[in-house]
T-cell receptor
Framework: GAVVSQHPSWVICKSGTSVKIECRSL??????MFWYRQFPKQSLMLMAT?????????EQGVEKDKFLINHASLTLSTLTVTSAHPEDSSFYIC??????????????FGSGTRLTVV | KQEVTQIPAALSVPEGENLVLNCSFT??????LQWFRQDPGKGLTSLLL?????REQTSGRLNASLDKSSGRSTLYIAASQPGDSATYLC?????????????FGQGTTLQVKP
């Protein structure tokens, strides 16, 4: 249980175009989702927190106009990288906070999206 | 500001060895601590979750411990296998269970040689 499906798994786009990444909770309702960015051989850096039906909260230094997050339903959150540039090339991972059986909350992660901007 | 550090950054061991991965955090006011596994180009798989009130958790050949007072956690892997080769990440949940954020360490990349 508690599966998050992330698509696409990889995408190559031209500089200046926009790319949308989707994360769906398959068997639970995800009130809160998180978006992370990971550079090669580095850890996950939290970009933003999204709550269903409200605006996302962005971490310091993350451009909210460049990384648009929408969490319009309890099972879908999207990240759109607008006017992508080569420096936006990275691995993006979503995560959902989920209620567990033996503990209050845990976190489940999508499989990630490798974005390459050329 | 919570900072999570993992040592070593990389580790190579022969098959069958027992090993320990280390994780330290600067702010002891954590709600819980999780260990994850990440295979190259993939997402994260949760291995163990230790609540702040717990000292350790075990799952198969894995044992994770937590010492909040010293700001440390360890992941012990017994009888390592080549299939254990991956990057292991620890993450501290800073804040409450329903409003907190996971802060990740840089990871330890493990290679188990046959």
């Amino acid at each position: 249980g508690a599966v998050v499906s992330q698509h696409p798994s990889w995408v190559i786009c031209k500089s200046g175009t926009s790319v949308k990444i989707e994360c769906r909770s398959l068997d639970f309702q995800a009130t809160t989702m998180f978006w992370y960015r990971q550079f090669p051989k580095q850890s996950l850096m939290l970009m933003a927190t999204s709550n269903e039906g409200s605006k996302a909260t962005y971490e310091q230094g993350v451009e909210k106009d460049k990384f648009l997050i929408n969490h319009a339903s309890l099972t879908l959150s999207t990240l759109t990288v607008t006017s992508a540039h080569p420096e936006d090339s990275s691995f993006y991972i979503c995560s959902a906070r989920v209620r567990l059986v033996r503990s209050p909350y845990g976190y489940t992660f999508g499989s990630g999206t490798r974005l390459t901007v050329v | 500001k919570q900072e999570v550090t993992q040592i070593p950054a990389a580790l190579s061991v022969p098959e069958g060895e027992n090993l320990v991965l280390n994780c330290s955090f600067t702010d002891s006011a954590i709600y819980n601590l999780q260990w994850f596994r990440q295979d190259p180009g993939k997402g994260l798989t949760s291995l163990l979750l230790i609540q702040s009130s717990q000292r350790e958790q075990t799952s198969g050949r894995l044992n994770a411990s937590l010492d909040k007072s010293s700001g440390r956690s360890t992941l012990y892997i017994a009888a390592s296998q080549p299939g254990d080769s991956a990057t292991y990440l620890c993450a501290a949940l800073h804040g409450s269970s329903n409003t907190g954020k996971l802060i990740f360490g840089q990871g330890t990349t493990l290679q188990v040689k046959p």
